[in-house]
């Protein structure tokens, strides 16, 4: 069990690493795009049969995750979450985010045989500083997969994602977990408990100088949660996280 979470946690960071590629401390990145589309009636669907629809096409995705390369080393990021939502994420420009949306949901209607509507269909973008850490992906898991295995509350399934600035250092998940031994009741891998809250909260902390603190949660609730956890990591540097919804 340990050496399977062990090489989850280094496949995660590994894929971190590859998709940020080398960054300039000093330049701002305005195209980290995330676009997303309805399922309509809302129905439950996995991550690995999403993943199937994409094996030996155009698109080239990974089998376990979605991963699409669109040329060079940037990749499109897709998360499919309990509810019915898909995301699209990564370093493209809005117009081509847009397409590759509506071309992944297109796909996953015709495999998958579920009804998709696109008017609520939207665009987000957000702008950061490469060093301080710019959210790859808007959303995280808040439903199944088959990578993480975690219940989430799936009234909220849009899901939230606080980006904690971390003084650039060797900074590594295992540090980030120890820091609740004494607090917070630990699961495998990546994920917390947190009791007062009731809601499972995943911890995630890269060498690159990134933290990220995300759940299927209210971000009143996360960052409440934040609020606790933060004291008990002395590495975060003492500033506000940002939280963003899908």
């Known amino acids: 069990m340990d050496d399977e979470i062990g090489q989850e946690l280094e496949l995660a960071e590994r894929e971190e690493h590859e998709f940020a590629g080398e960054r300039d401390p000093t330049r701002v990145y305005p195209h980290n795009l995330g676009a997303r589309c309805d399922l309509n009636p809302p129905c439950d669907i996995e991550l690995a049969d999403v993943a199937k629809c994409f094996i030996n096409s155009d698109f080239r995705a990974s089998k376990q995750v979605v991963k699409i390369q669109t040329g060079g080393k940037k990749y499109v990021h897709i998360n499919i979450y309990r509810g019915g939502q898909i995301n699209v994420a990564g370093y493209v420009d ?8 509506k071309q992944v949901a297109k796909r996953i209607k015709d495999k998958l045989n579920v009804p998709i509507r696109f008017s609520n269909f ?14 790859v992906n808007l959303n995280l898991l808040a439903g199944k997969s088959t990578r993480w295995k975690a219940q989430y509350d799936t009234t909220f399934f849009s899901g939230v994602k606080l980006t904690v600035p971390v003084k650039r250092t060797d900074l590594k998940t295992q540090s980030a977990l120890n820091a609740f031994d004494a607090h917070f009741k630990a699961k495998a891998a990546k994920f917390e408990k947190l009791e007062d809250f009731h809601v499972d909260v995943r911890v995630s902390a890269f060498t690159s100088g990134k933290a990220n603190v995300a759940g299927g949660v209210h971000p009143e609730v996360l960052q409440a949660a934040w609020t606790k956890i933060s004291p008990h990591i002395k590495m975060f540097e003492r500033r506000n996280p940002m939280a963003h919804r899908g």
């Open 122 to 135: 939207s665009v987000s973008s957000v702008m950061g500083v490469g060093d301080v850490g710019v959210p």
């Open 94 to 101: 809005m117009e081509k985010a847009q397409v590759l949306c």
